[in-house]
C-alpha cells in the first residue's frame, strides 16, 4: 500500500509537466523529470531500427539520451547481448537492479556508461505492434525495484502516446505536403496545357485565316490577270510611233482604271488579313461585299465538273449597307458561309453525280434597321445530333485534315462581335440555311455621288 502512494506520488510530480508543450519537446522535458525526480543517471528513449532479435544487425536508435541531467548525442548500437533485446522483444518490463554488466558482458555501451542497474519498457502501437523502449540505468544499485517498474512502466506507455500522436502528425503533414506537391504540379500542368492550347489554338486561328485568304487566291489572280493584260496591251498601244492623240488617251485612260482595278482587288486581299477592329463601326456596302465573295468563290472553284453543273441562284438587294465594327471580319464570315456550302455540294455532287444538280441559293434581304443575309444549299446537310454544336470551338464535321472545327465558331465571335446573331437550320442530305442578321440601313446611291 505504501508503495503504492509513493508511485502515485512520483508520478503526479514527474507528469506535472508544462501542458503547453508537445511533441519532442514534451518528450525531453518529461525524460529530464524523470531522471530528476528518480535520481537515476541515465535516462534514453530509442526506437529498434529492426525487430528480430534472432539477427546479429538488429540496432536501436536512441531519439533521446540523457546522461547526468544533459542531452548528449543520439547513438546507433546492437542489440546483440544486451538487456535492450528483451524488451524489443515485447516483455512488459524488464528489470536488472544491480550487476546488469556481469548479466550481459557483451554489452560495450553499459561498460562505457559504467551501468549497474537497468530497467526498460516497451512503448507500443495501439494494434500491439512495437513503437520503441524507455530505459533507465544507473551506476549503483536500485534499492526499490517494484516503484521504478511501475513508474517506468507508466511512462513508457505516455511516450508511446505522443510518439503515436507525432506518427499521425508526420503522416498528415506528409499527405498535406503531397497534396500541396500534387496541386502544384497539376496546377503547373494545367497552365502548360492551356498556354499550349492557346498557342495551338492562335496557330489554328492563323491557319484558319490563311486558308481563307488561299481559297479566294484563284479568284483573286483570275481578277488581276484581266486588268493587267489590258495594262500591258495599252502600254505597248502607247509605244507605237504612229499613235493618233485619241488613241493615246484612250490607253492612257484604261491603264489608270484598270490599274484602280488592280489596286482595289489587292487591298480587298490585304482587308482579309487584317486583324485589328475599328473602335468606331462604319457603313460598309454589304451587297459589294457579298456579291463580290460569292462571284469569286464559284469562280475559283478547282472541282471543273462540280463548276460546270453548279446552279448559282442569287436575289441581292442592291446598296445595302451595314453598320459594323470590323468589316474584314464580315467578309471573312461570309466567306466561311459560303466555303462551307460549295463544300457540302461538292460532297454530295460526287457521290450522286448522276442524278444530283447542286445548287446555292444566295439573298441579301434588307429592312428598315437591319438586313438579312440567307445562304442556302442542297448539300449533304448536317446531322440533327450535331446541328447544336457546330458553332462550337473546334467542333467539326469534316474529316481528319480537312476541317479545324474553327470556321463557324470563328462566323459567330465575328458576327456577334458586330452585334449580330447567326442561325443554322439543316436537315441531313436536304439542305442548310444559315441566316446573318447584321444592323443595317437601305441606301440607294446616286450616280453622281
Not at 533521446?64 to 516483455?91: E, M
Amino acid at each position: 500500500m505504501e508503495n503504492n502512494l509513493r508511485a502515485l506520488e512520483l508520478l503526479k510530480e514527474i507528469y506535472n509537466v508544462d501542458q503547453l508543450l508537445s511533441g519532442k519537446e514534451y518528450i525531453k522535458e518529461l525524460v529530464h523529470r524523470i531522471a530528476q525526480i528518480l535520481k537515476v543517471k541515465y535516462v534514453m528513449v530509442g526506437h529498434a531500427l529492426e525487430t528480430n532479435p534472432d539477427k546479429n544487425q538488429d540496432k536501436i536508435q536512441t531519439d533521446y539520451l540523457l546522461s547526468d541531467g544533459k542531452f548528449i548525442d543520439n547513438v546507433v548500437y546492437d542489440l546483440h547481448d544486451t538487456p535492450c533485446v528483451n524488451v524489443i522483444c515485447g516483455t512488459r518490463v524488464n528489470c536488472y537492479a544491480n550487476d546488469v554488466q556481469n548479466l550481459f558482458p557483451y554489452d560495450q555501451l553499459l561498460k562505457d556508461l559504467n551501468v549497474d542497474s537497468y530497467i526498460g519498457a516497451p512503448f507500443l502501437h495501439s494494434d500491439g505492434g512495437l513503437i520503441g523502449l524507455l530505459v533507465i540505468m544507473d551506476d549503483k544499485p536500485m534499492e526499490d525495484r517494484e516503484l521504478y517498474t511501475s513508474v517506468v512502466e507508466f511512462f513508457a506507455a505516455r511516450i508511446g502516446t505522443e510518439y503515436r500522436r507525432q506518427a499521425v502528425e508526420d503522416s498528415l503533414r506528409r499527405i498535406n505536403e503531397n497534396l500541396e506537391k500534387l496541386a502544384q504540379e497539376r496546377t503547373l500542368e494545367l497552365q502548360r496545357a492551356f498556354e499550349s492550347l492557346q498557342q495551338t489554338q492562335k496557330q489554328l486561328l492563323s491557319q484558319e485565316k490563311l486558308a481563307t485568304i488561299g481559297r479566294i487566291t484563284f479568284g483573286i489572280a483570275h481578277e488581276l490577270k484581266n486588268p493587267l493584260n489590258i495594262i500591258i496591251n495599252s502600254a505597248q498601244l502607247l509605244e507605237e510611233e504612229d499613235l493618233d492623240p485619241d488613241s493615246s488617251k484612250k490607253a492612257a485612260d484604261m491603264i489608270y482604271q484598270h490599274g484602280q482595278r488592280a489596286n482595289t482587288i489587292i487591298t480587298n486581299m490585304l482587308r482579309q488579313a487584317r486583324q485589328e477592329t475599328s473602335l468606331e463601326p462604319e457603313w460598309i456596302d454589304i451587297s459589294e461585299m457579298l456579291d463580290h465573295v460569292l462571284d469569286v468563290y464559284v469562280r475559283s472553284l478547282t472541282d471543273m465538273d462540280l463548276k460546270g453543273h453548279l446552279v448559282v441562284n442569287k436575289k441581292i438587294a442592291p446598296h445595302v449597307y451595314a453598320y459594323v465594327f470590323d468589316p474584314p471580319s464580315i467578309e471573312r464570315v461570309l466567306i466561311n458561309i459560303i466555303d462551307n456550302s460549295l463544300y457540302a455540294l461538292g460532297e454530295k455532287f460526287r457521290n450522286t453525280k448522276d442524278s444530283f444538280i447542286p445548287i446555292i441559293k444566295v439573298d441579301l434581304e434588307a429592312g428598315p434597321s437591319l438586313f438579312k443575309v440567307i445562304v442556302r444549299d442542297n448539300g449533304t446537310g448536317i446531322p440533327q445530333k450535331h446541328l447544336s454544336n457546330v458553332c462550337d470551338e473546334f467542333y467539326t464535321t469534316k474529316p481528319a485534315g480537312e476541317g479545324t472545327g474553327l470556321g463557324l465558331w470563328i462566323a459567330k465571335q465575328n458576327v456577334e462581335k458586330n452585334r449580330g446573331e447567326i442561325h443554322i437550320e439543316s436537315e441531313e442530305n436536304k439542305f442548310t440555311q444559315v441566316t446573318i442578321e447584321l444592323p443595317g440601313e437601305q441606301r440607294l446611291q446616286e450616280a453622281q455621288l
